[in-house]
């Protein structure tokens, strides 16, 4: 049976036609504004993580990551508890796991021509009996929507945080520590107290 084939010239019109074709997707394309091509689209809603959102009232799809002081490891805050004020994440440094929490009841913003700052205590504490106290200073980087830590200072081991004021020259820290010599299993009992001062670097300087 002889096989059909297509005349010549019919042949020779396929690609003089696709080549046609893709001439006008071209002129169409190159004739519309970019505005107008991502109109033709849905745009699609960006969702803002939840717990920056409730903590410091910012919309920001990032989610919120702390570096871990005197470590190269980050803590991902995925849980809040509204009830006790406390943010928290975990962290995994290799060799060192644990946990970060921020108590968002003493939470305080700190007026600055820059970026947003706020400062509250953050516990960190790992598989050891120790819970390490800081004050810390965030800092909402606008440019790339991201909470992050400006700076921190540590302020002792498993003591009581009772207050963090701000105040004309600083940010006074109230706290109950422990006097020399006293066990670390009896609660502390002895008050102290730590004024700062905020630099315009956005960095925590102790002062007297």
Do not use: C
């Not at 042949?11 to 003089?16: E, N, S, V």
């Not at 960190?124 to 965030?138: D, E, I, K, R």
């Not at 004024?195 to 315009?200: E, K």
Request: glycine share 4%.
């Amino acid at each position: 049976m002889n096989k059909r084939r297509l005349p010549l010239p019919l042949i020779l019109l396929i690609p003089i036609v696709l080549l046609v074709i893709v001439a006008i997707a071209g002129v169409y394309r190159f004739s519309l504004s970019d505005e107008e091509i991502l109109a033709k689209f849905p745009a699609q809603k960006v969702s803002a993580d939840p717990i920056v959102d409730q903590v410091f009232s910012i919309q920001s799809a990032n989610p919120w990551t702390i570096e871990v002081p005197q470590s190269k490891a980050f803590a991902f805050i995925d849980q809040y508890d509204p009830d006790l004020h406390q943010a928290r994440g975990r962290y995994d440094d290799g060799i060192e796991r644990g946990q970060v929490v921020v108590d968002t009841q003493r939470l305080i913003p700190w007026t600055t021509e820059g970026d947003a700052l706020y400062l509250a205590p953050m516990v960190v504490s790992n598989q050891g009996s120790g819970a390490f106290y800081y004050l810390t200073l965030f800092r909402f980087d606008s440019q790339r929507s991201r909470m992050v830590v400006a700076d921190t200072h540590f302020l002792g081991d498993r003591i009581e945080v009772t207050a963090v004021t701000a105040e004309p020259n600083g940010v006074r820290v109230n706290m109950k520590v422990r006097e020399a010599g006293q066990s670390m299993a009896d609660a502390p009992t002895q008050s102290h107290a730590i004024l700062f001062a905020i630099s315009s670097q956005a960095k925590l300087l102790k002062t007297p």
